[in-house]
């Protein structure tokens, strides 16, 4: 079967750095992608890692490795904005479907 | 523009009822999903669309039926609505073309059965 494994909360401060994990089982593996989702809305994709190595974008990066079965989404310069859940996700095959994780909530207080 | 809009945004209705929850994408992507987020969040897929045909159909009661018209448009009807239903909906779309296979959500719609 197929199963990701994140925290189910965390709390950091605002201007600081926090690190989300995701850890996954897969019977084959495609890539990793993570998802944002404030309440009340919809989940927006945020990065997409298919290598091993950190992927930055902005303020965010993610990272892989892909013999630890193991990412993490690490957030900088953290705002009140970012406070959301994050989701990690895995595509399966060639079938379009994407398996999420449980999601971490973040809170980012001031 | 909205990229994937889904009507209504919200629907309360009364156990037993049958209701529909529509879905358009005006992004020309080929592929299309409903999605159940319960209300711990957990996000789970329930049918995807191809090209109007479906390609996924997750273990899900037959009283959901899906219905893909055209590839930009992909609608949910669910007979005999159960309490565990209640449930936010969320549509989505993609373009795969490799494992990237970024998907698009709507803005959601809350089910609540009463």
């Known amino acids: 079967g197929q199963s990701l494994e994140q925290p189910s909360e965390v709390t950091a401060v605002e201007g600081a750095i926090v690190q989300i994990n995701c850890t996954y089982q897969?019977?084959?593996?495609?890539?990793l992608s993570w998802y944002q989702q404030h309440d009340g809305g919809a989940p927006t994709f945020l990065s997409y890692n298919a290598l091993d190595g950190l992927e930055e974008t902005g303020r965010f990066s993610s990272f892989l490795s892909r013999s630890d079965s193991y990412g993490y989404l690490l957030l900088q310069e953290l705002q009140m904005k970012d406070s959301a859940s994050y989701f990690c996700a895995v595509p399966m095959d060639s079938s379009y479907k994407l398996i999420f994780g449980s999601g971490t909530r973040l809170l980012v207080r001031p | 523009d909205t990229a994937v809009s889904q009507t209504p945004k919200y629907l309360v209705t009364q156990m037993g009822n049958d209701k529909s929850i529509k879905c358009e994408q005006n992004l020309g992507h080929d592929t299309m999903y409903w999605y159940k987020q319960d209300s711990k969040k957990f996000l789970k897929i329930m049918f995807s669309?191809?090209?109007?045909?479906?390609?996924i159909n997750e273990t899900v009661p037959n009283r959901f039926s899906p219905k893909s018209p055209d590839k930009a448009h992909l609608n949910l009807h669910i007979n005999s609505l159960e309490l565990g239903d209640s449930a936010v909906y969320f549509c989505?779309?993609?373009?795969?073309?490799?494992?990237?296979?970024?998907?698009?959500f709507g803005p959601g719609t809350r089910l609540t059965v009463l």
């Open positions: 897969t019977s084959g593996f495609y890539g």
């Open positions: 989505a779309s993609s373009q795969p073309g490799s494992f990237y296979n970024e998907q698009f």
């Open positions: 669309y191809n090209n109007k045909e479906l390609i």
